[in-house]
């Protein structure tokens, strides 16, 4: 398979050209300001001694300290992370929050670990890199297989070298200096996308059908959300396979199954789907919520969605991307789709160091302004240019993050 940041940087590139950019500049908005790699050694439950790999790469601070979460999966290496790291630099540029780019990520199997274990390897971890984060250097949040309770750990670790700063790291629990809101930020924010793009199609969620990859964070509240709107969520999956009902599954039900097993495999509704079956099913909006690169040339001409709304980072490859042009699907991309996570996480952030509390009102108030008007800015250049909305969103993107960087100087 192709490599990731190659991959990000063939729409960087693209963008640049669009753009009139010169060669030096957008060399400097390819590459990563820094990469740390480090060897986390931790005493495994057994007695044993556990080696694993650790990753932070910082990409771009042009518009402000940098940001992104932490991912803790088998398959992390440094090529995925770079690339996440460059896509949290345009995300944070579409939402216009004052932010670059980062992200992070060991290389474990946390389904076989402990709590015990997940929380010395966190430490390990965060004793490791501390020195090149803080809340005006680089602020970590949760990804894949990391929740408030890793958080918490990142700030208390963080804590023990640099003192009381909260602000150092984001989606922490709401009882430790979090965010009303944070944790079903994501899935709000795409579904406040979605309702942005449909308000100017004319088309209502209620009725719509909608098919879910991943039913984690960012799929099980999108689906939630959804189905509280009046949406069909015919089809949810996750690692373990799918569900598919064409009258629409019963989505609380489900959350509460996945709350108290951790994964869908055992419930009962529908029927058993597998996560091919789900991508190509017949249904309005097809919304990628797993991993990335799940899309590919291969399989792409068999999506029967007329939309794809990216709550995954990356689920595209740019040869899917290129047939789903051809084919005349429109496809939401996962750095404006998917930014609302980040987007309260600077609420988060920006309330640490105000020392002050918003409720989930404010925060879901200023939340769908935030996507909304991002969304309204894509949709238009894309109009404006001629453009995907992908495309129109590097755009947008690499138009203020360069403006930034050369009006500090190169
Ligand atoms: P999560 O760990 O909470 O959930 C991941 C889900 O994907 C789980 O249901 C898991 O079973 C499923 N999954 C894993 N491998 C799969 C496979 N091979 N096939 C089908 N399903 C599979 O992670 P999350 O935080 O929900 O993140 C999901 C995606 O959204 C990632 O790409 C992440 O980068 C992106 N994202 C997350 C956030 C956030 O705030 N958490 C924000 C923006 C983007």
């Given at each position: 398979?192709?490599?990731?940041?190659?991959?990000?940087?063939?729409?960087?590139?693209?963008?640049?050209?669009?753009?009139?950019?010169?060669?030096?500049?957008?060399?400097?908005?390819?590459?990563?300001?820094?990469?740390?790699?480090?060897?986390?050694?931790?005493?495994?439950?057994?007695?044993?001694?556990?080696?694993?790999?650790?990753?932070?790469?910082?990409?771009?601070?042009?518009?402000?300290?940098?940001?992104?979460?932490?991912?803790?999966?088998?398959?992390?290496?440094?090529?995925?992370?770079?690339?996440?790291?460059?896509?949290?630099?345009?995300?944070?540029?579409?939402?216009?929050?004052?932010?670059?780019?980062?992200?992070?990520?060991?290389?474990?199997?946390?389904?076989?670990?402990?709590?015990?274990?997940?929380?010395?390897?966190?430490?390990?971890?965060?004793?490791?890199?501390?020195?090149?984060?803080?809340?005006?250097?680089?602020?970590?949040?949760?990804?894949?297989n990391t929740n408030a309770q890793v958080m918490a750990w990142i700030m208390d670790e963080y804590s023990k070298f640099h003192g009381f700063a909260?602000?150092?790291?984001?989606?922490?629990?709401?009882?430790?200096?979090?965010?009303?809101?944070?944790?079903?930020?994501?899935?709000?924010?795409?579904?406040?996308?979605?309702?942005?793009?449909?308000?100017?199609?004319?088309?209502?969620?209620?009725?719509?059908?909608?098919?879910?990859?991943?039913?984690?964070?960012?799929?099980?509240?999108?689906?939630?959300?959804?189905?509280?709107?009046?949406?069909?969520?015919?089809?949810?999956?996750?690692?373990?396979?799918?569900?598919?009902?064409?009258?629409?599954?019963?989505?609380?039900?489900?959350?509460?199954?996945?709350?108290?097993?951790?994964?869908?495999?055992?419930?009962?509704?529908?029927?058993?789907?597998?996560?091919?079956?789900?991508?190509?099913?017949?249904?309005?909006?097809?919304?990628?919520?797993?991993?990335?690169?799940?899309?590919?040339?291969?399989?792409?001409?068999?999506?029967?969605?007329?939309?794809?709304?990216?709550?995954?980072?990356?689920?595209?490859?740019?040869?899917?991307?290129?047939?789903?042009?051809?084919?005349?699907?429109?496809?939401?991309?996962?750095?404006?789709?998917?930014?609302?996570?980040?987007?309260?996480?600077?609420?988060?952030?920006?309330?640490?160091?105000?020392?002050?509390?918003?409720?989930?009102?404010?925060?879901?108030?200023?939340?769908?302004?935030?996507?909304?008007?991002?969304?309204?800015?894509?949709?238009?250049?894309?109009?404006?240019?001629?453009?995907?909305?992908?495309?129109?969103?590097?755009?947008?993107?690499?138009?203020?993050?360069?403006?930034?960087?050369?009006?500090?100087?190169?």
């Amino acid at each position: 398979m192709s490599s990731a940041f190659e991959s990000v940087n063939r729409y960087v590139r693209e963008a640049a050209r669009l753009l009139g950019l010169s060669d030096r500049l957008e060399k400097l908005l390819i590459n990563p300001d820094r990469e740390v790699k480090v060897e986390i050694a931790i005493e495994m439950d057994n007695g044993e001694i556990g080696v694993f790999t650790g990753y932070r790469v910082q990409h771009n601070d042009a518009r402000g300290p940098m940001k992104g979460g932490i991912r803790y999966h088998p398959t992390v290496n440094d090529d995925d992370v770079r690339a996440l790291a460059s896509l949290m630099t345009w995300k944070t540029a579409i939402v216009n929050i004052p932010f670059g780019g980062a992200k992070g990520g060991i290389a474990c199997d946390p389904k076989r670990m402990s709590e015990a274990e997940l929380e010395r390897l966190t430490r390990r971890f965060i004793a490791k890199i501390h020195e090149v984060i803080g809340p005006y250097q680089d602020i970590p949040a949760p990804d894949v297989n990391t929740n408030a309770q890793v958080m918490a750990w990142i700030m208390d670790e963080y804590s023990k070298f640099h003192g009381f700063a909260p602000a150092v790291v984001t989606g922490k629990p709401v009882d430790l200096f979090g965010s009303e809101g944070r944790e079903e930020a994501t899935g709000r924010g795409l579904v406040y996308i979605i309702e942005e793009h449909f308000k100017a199609l004319g088309k209502p969620i209620r009725g719509t059908t909608f098919a879910i990859q991943g039913f984690g964070n960012v799929g099980s509240y999108t689906a939630l959300i959804l189905h509280e709107l009046g949406g069909k969520v015919l089809a949810v999956s996750d690692v373990t396979g799918g569900l598919y009902n064409p009258d629409g599954l019963d989505i609380p039900a489900l959350v509460d199954f996945v709350r108290r097993n951790r994964t869908l495999q055992g419930a009962t509704q529908g029927t058993r789907i597998t996560n091919a079956e789900l991508l190509a099913l017949e249904c309005d909006v097809l919304i990628p919520a797993a991993l990335g690169d799940v899309f590919t040339k291969e399989n792409a001409p068999e999506v029967r969605a007329k939309l794809i709304v990216e709550g995954a980072n990356g689920p595209t490859t740019p040869e899917a991307d290129e047939i789903f042009n051809q084919r005349g699907i429109t496809v939401i991309p996962d750095i404006l789709a998917n930014a609302g996570g980040v987007t309260v996480s600077y609420f988060e952030w920006a309330q640490n160091i105000q020392q002050f509390k918003w409720d989930l009102e404010r925060v879901r108030t200023e939340l769908q302004r935030v996507m909304a008007r991002a969304y309204r800015e894509v949709a238009t250049l894309a109009r404006e240019k001629h453009t995907s909305l992908r495309t129109a969103a590097f755009l947008l993107a690499l138009g203020r993050v360069a403006k930034a960087r050369a009006m500090r100087g190169i």
